[in-house]
């Protein structure tokens, strides 16, 4: 008997050494749990952004005053889900995303200016106005930002709709909440933002006043190139920094498919070569020579494919495709950083989280969290088998 008990209390069978087991492992487990969860949902987003850095550009004194740097966030497709299509979890987890993701970027590299390219919303084409007002106050929660960074929004597609689809009251309702500022100025550097949508070139009324602004912006840009200050023309006109502009539009200038793209984040391989259908994919070519011979910009930016490119067009404007900031449009989303000054940039790119990469740590973490609950149960299981050993070699003698 005395052997017995002596086996059941080194085997911990005691009440009290169980209830101290059992609180032990409840403690690991909430250890783990707590600790995958901040890092795949808060310092995963530090780690990652926090090796991204601004690109040098060179800055030629002029007067003996050194020129001032622009830093510039672009990105593109945020895509927020609607009322429609958008399951609650898929909103609460790439949002979330989304959101980590900007804040954690405003608090590391400390942008100027951030231009989001279009597609902020997926249902503006058609969400009522309940849903848009619902829609907008969750967008600005996610990307808010202190007074000192401006946020410029470019009109995509998914938020007023194809051309077919786009109405005065859908534009209007747009730009009453980001504004319908076209020509941006800061540092020397312009910028002009493209209703791209509108750019279908059939003399709709909307298509037509979006034309005439965009000629009415090349004539004030012209006007602050040095060969025609003082012309008459120019009498009136506002005077703007004497710098070709970078043009920020939604839809991608006219070209052919994504067939010379390339990179990890480029369209994948089976799709490159898919021919793009003009107007839907990218701009047709007359909208696209219309806007290079306006403009005549320096560098395009543009979104709506979700995939990173980067074209020279006719006359030498390079063009750079930003890929979506969302995980619901791509596993490895990013953002374009520039460093502009009035005659020169330099872009560089941003990687955010991969999604695989913060889908494996869970899954990893679930599986260590499976194994200790089973040695846990396994200990627990040993000790009573050892114990009816030793019950029933008493019983025998």
Known sequence: MALFSWGLRRQNFHPLRRRRRRALLLLKLTV???????F??????????????????????????????LKAMFLADTHLLGEIRGHWLDKLRREWQMER???????LLQPEVVFILGDIFDEGKWSSAQAWADDVQRFQKMFRHDSHVQLKVVIGNHDVGFHYQMSTYRIKRFEKVFSSERLFSRKGVNFVMVNSVAMEGDGCSICSEA??????ISRKLNCSREQVQGSSQCEGKQQLPSSAPVLLQHYPLYRASDANCSGE????????????KEKYDVLSREASQKLLWWLRPRLVLSGHTHSACEVLHPGGAPEVSVPSFSWRNRNNPSFIMGSLTSRDYALSKCYLPFED????TYGAAAGFLVVLILA??????????????????????
Do not use: N
Request: aromatic share 14%; proline share 7%.
């Open 376 to 397: 846990h149960f396994e200990r627990l299981l040993s000790s009573f088998l050892f114990g009816w050993k030793l019950c029933r070699m008493h019983t025998r003698r």
């Open 32 to 38: 783990v749990v707590i600790s995958v969860l901040l």
């Open 40 to 69: 795949c949902e808060y310092f995963i987003y530090y780690l990652v952004i926090f090796q991204c850095r601004w690109p040098e550009v060179k800055t030629p004194a002029h007067g003996g005053r050194q020129e001032p740097v």
């Open 265 to 276: 984040d480029a369209a994948p391989p089976e799709e490159r070569s898919v021919p793009f």
């Open 357 to 360: 990469t913060v889908l494996t």
């Open 101 to 107: 993701a900007f804040q954690t970027a405003l608090w």
């Open 211 to 216: 034309e005439a602004e965009l000629r009415d």
